[in-house]
């Protein structure tokens, strides 16, 4: 069961379909997210682009391909397999910063942990998919646990001071 | 020196709270040992051998007297009265108790203090050379640009997971004094055709398992770039540096992999596309940054003759101990953490407290640390140099033995650290013990020992004229000689001497090196230059005859 870190609270409920991580088959008409690979697979034979999402692991060191679709892609899910395992803050800052992805980012993995998540909501994450065991609170309270920054990143969950002049 | 303001005092009130928490959800069992261990790490908490180990930073070794009086009452509330210097110009406590450090964070921050990056896979603290700013060769003070390195590195929200441990080293004088070749960024400040200054790029330097010096990318990188380029950099790293081998995974090794030309094309291709997405560093935050590590107010003084009809100790001192200053009448003076029977780079607090004093009262209220484990004071008069001296020899921080043998580069060893392998400063005492007559140190001239527990090599033995590193032969300690590294001007690696010598065996080791030495050398020709002269054989020769 997935448990859903979205606005700063635990969300209801996520129709989304992880192809090759969630169990089972897809619900029939649900948005599915799919690899790399198969999503611009699944673009280029014209399939709806709006219920499609992606979910990149660490090895897609390169999400150029991703640019021509920053527009219309709704979701993007960057997988975290460990909290030792930095590549997606690098995708997720390349995303938002450089190829200017407005939808959807959303963490995943076993690296979702509390004293991560404000590193990557200043990296652009808005979404969390929270690795087993770890306590709503926790994560919620990680995301004030900084008020200021000395670096200049997409935030967006967050939006710490930064020094000015 | 640097002043925090509110948004630096305010990062580390918020680093404290929220290792208060870690630290609270750890013994409440919400934590696991293993969850928490990379979050300790990176506020430079270890566990160790006998208990944990805190490490402290001393960004690019600046300490205020204010700062070190707080060292010192750390070390005298919450450890065991001392501390020890490292080769990353921070500060060890071996001590502490868990529970404690959430409070000992909390004082360092009112002195503007944090452990913050000390350990752990992210960029750690940066180092320059000790002589920044007084340094009569230098072309300009690196500390403003570590300073901007540090806030840019800290808490960096891409680069603070990355497959391995990361160090920046800034010089601003055509001699290396800050080891620089050895870290994963060396930058070295040059002077541009057109007068404004920048950077030559080294990179993928470092010691440990695979010694390699760094490679040069670079000519020169205008100084607005700096942050850019070094974006550029890390960013390629944090993608494609290895992460399935703990051994493997410092960017030397991906610099290795792709060769230095690739690696190089790469970064500038990554460079190019960062320049159109973000500004590049602006004239007036390098403007704040240089107001804020302006000289102090030096007195316009002629240079005295101190030396001639002092007393010969006090000579002995100032030539080894003392160094020119770019200001006429002053003298950089070296604080010896190297007194025989102590532990290269200890402390104990009453030195810290009355040395910040002698700081006060003799020079600019502030003291630098060296990569070498000693101590400066830059700004001091001429005319106050007995003064000086006498007060560091009450203290014990007099002993005259700068660039000589037994100013030796010590890691903490198998006596406190959980990865060594072999103890050192057992070692270091054997060598101050059977080299304690200064007639002879001085006549063997400049020599470097470094020296290491284990591969590591936190004490630089790769680097050392003479370097020792422990090793684990079956439970026993042995001891590997190097010999011909050095870490400054032409940069080495030092050549294994052959098989590792018994623990007992080590200064009787280095005494046959040290024959061979005074027997071949030209005259004034120094160990390090006869070394590379005559190569290793005939101290091969020496070492290992009655074993053949």
Same mark, same amino acid.
């Given at each position: 069961m997935r448990r859903l870190v979205k606005g700063r609270q635990l969300a209801d409920g996520d129709s989304w379909f992880y192809v090759g991580t969630d169990e089972g088959d897809p619900p029939a008409g649900a948005p599915r997210v799919l690899k790399l690979a198969d999503y611009l697979a699944a673009r280029e034979a014209g399939e709806d682009a709006t219920r499609l999402g992606v979910h990149l692991v660490p090895t897609d060191v390169d999400v150029s391909p991703l640019a021509p679709h920053a527009a219309t892609l709704p979701l993007v899910v960057i997988e975290f397999p460990s909290t030792g395992d930095g590549r997606g803050f690098t995708q997720a800052s390349l995303l938002r910063g450089r190829h200017r992805y407005r939808g959807e980012l959303r963490a995943h993995g076993k690296g979702v942990r509390a004293d991560l998540i404000f590193f990557m909501a200043r990296c652009g994450f808005d979404s969390f998919d929270l690795a087993e065991g770890e306590k709503v609170e926790t994560v919620l309270a990680q995301l004030e646990r900084f008020s200021v920054a000395y670096q200049t990143y997409p935030d967006g969950v967050v939006q710490p001071r930064h020094r000015t002049g | 020196m640097y002043r925090y303001d509110d948004i630096d005092q305010t990062l580390v009130a918020e680093r404290v709270a929220q290792f208060r928490d870690q630290t609270r959800r750890f013994l409440a069992g919400e934590l696991?040992?293993?969850?928490?261990?990379?979050?300790?790490?990176?506020?430079?908490?270890?566990?160790?051998? #006998?208990?944990? %180990?805190?490490?402290?930073?001393?960004?690019?070794? !600046?300490?205020? @007297?204010?700062?070190? =009086?707080?060292?010192?009452?750390?070390?005298? $509330?919450?450890? &065991?009265?001392?501390?020890?210097? @490292?080769?990353? @110009?921070? %500060?060890?406590?071996?001590?502490? $108790? !868990?529970?404690?450090?959430?409070?000992?964070?909390?004082?360092?921050?009112?002195?503007? %203090?944090?452990?913050?990056?000390?350990?752990?896979? +992210?960029? =750690?603290?940066?180092?320059?050379?000790?002589?920044?700013?007084?340094?009569?060769?230098?072309?300009?003070?690196? =500390?403003?640009? +570590?300073?901007?390195i540090r806030q840019w590195a800290t808490l960096h929200p891409e680069f603070s997971y990355l497959p391995r441990k990361f160090k920046i080293c800034v010089t601003g004088a055509p001699v290396d004094r800050a080891a620089s070749e050895t870290h994963d960024i060396g930058l070295h400040i040059r002077r541009g055709d057109d007068g404004d200054i920048g950077f030559e790029v080294l990179v993928g330097g470092g010691l440990g398992r695979m010694p390699i010096l760094g490679k040069k990318i670079r000519d020169f990188l205008p100084w607005p770039e700096l942050i850019r380029y070094l974006e550029a950099i890390l960013r390629v790293y944090n993608q494609e540096g290895r992460r399935d081998n703990i051994h493997r995974a410092r960017i030397k090794v991906l610099v290795k992999a792709k060769g230095v030309e690739a690696f190089r094309d790469e970064v500038e291709a990554e460079y190019l596309r960062i320049r159109e997405e973000r500004p590049p560093l602006g004239e007036a935050e390098i403007a704040r940054m240089r107001a804020f590590f302006a000289p102090p107010p030096y007195e316009t003084l002629p240079d005295v003759d101190v030396v001639t009809g002092a007393p010969a100790e006090f000579q002995a001192w100032y030539r080894h101990n003392t160094r020119t200053h770019k200001v006429t009448g002053y003298r950089a003076v070296v604080v010896s953490l190297k007194k025989h029977g102590e532990a290269p780079g200890d402390m104990s607090a009453d030195q810290m407290e009355r040395l910040a004093d002698l700081a006060d009262r003799w020079s600019s209220g502030e003291v630098r640390v060296t990569h070498d484990q000693n101590l400066v004071l830059g700004d001091v008069r001429q005319q106050d140099l007995h003064a000086v001296w006498m007060g560091l020899r009450e203290l014990g921080l007099a002993t005259p033995n700068i660039g000589t043998l037994t100013d030796m580069i010590c890691c903490p060893g198998l006596d406190f650290c959980s990865l060594a392998n072999a103890s050192a400063i057992p070692i270091a005492k054997q060598i101050q013990? &059977?080299?304690?007559? #200064?007639?002879?140190?001085?006549d063997l001239g400049h020599i470097e020992i470094k020296m290491s527990g284990c591969m590591n090599a936190c004490g630089h033995h790769h680097v050392g004229h003479i370097g020792i590193l422990g090793v684990d032969k079956h439970g026993e300690e042995w001891y590997q000689i190097t010999l011909g590294g050095s870490a400054s001007g032409t940069s080495s690696l030092g050549e294994v001497l052959g098989p590792s010598v018994p623990k007992g065996e080590v200064a009787n080791t280095i005494a046959k090196i040290l024959d061979v030495y005074l027997e071949r050398r030209e005259e004034g020709e120094e160990f390090l230059h006869a070394v590379r002269r005559v190569g290793i054989e005939p101290f091969k020769e020496r070492v290992y005859a009655a074993a053949r």
């Open positions: - | 696991s040992e293993d969850d928490f261990r990379p979050l300790r790490l990176r506020n430079g908490l270890y566990i160790q051998r #006998f208990a944990p %180990m805190l490490r402290i930073s001393i960004p690019y070794g !600046l300490l205020s @007297t204010r700062q070190l =009086r707080m060292l010192g009452h750390v070390a005298r $509330k919450y450890d &065991r009265g001392y501390g020890h210097f @490292t080769t990353r @110009t921070n %500060m060890q406590f071996n001590w502490p $108790k !868990l529970e404690d450090v959430p409070d000992i964070l909390a004082d360092l921050a009112t002195v503007e %203090m944090h452990s913050i990056q000390t350990s752990g896979n +992210c960029i =750690r603290n940066v180092t320059a050379d000790h002589f920044a700013g007084i340094a009569p060769d230098e072309i300009e003070d690196p =500390r403003p640009w +570590c300073e901007i013990d &059977r080299f304690s007559d #200064f007639d002879y140190l001085y």
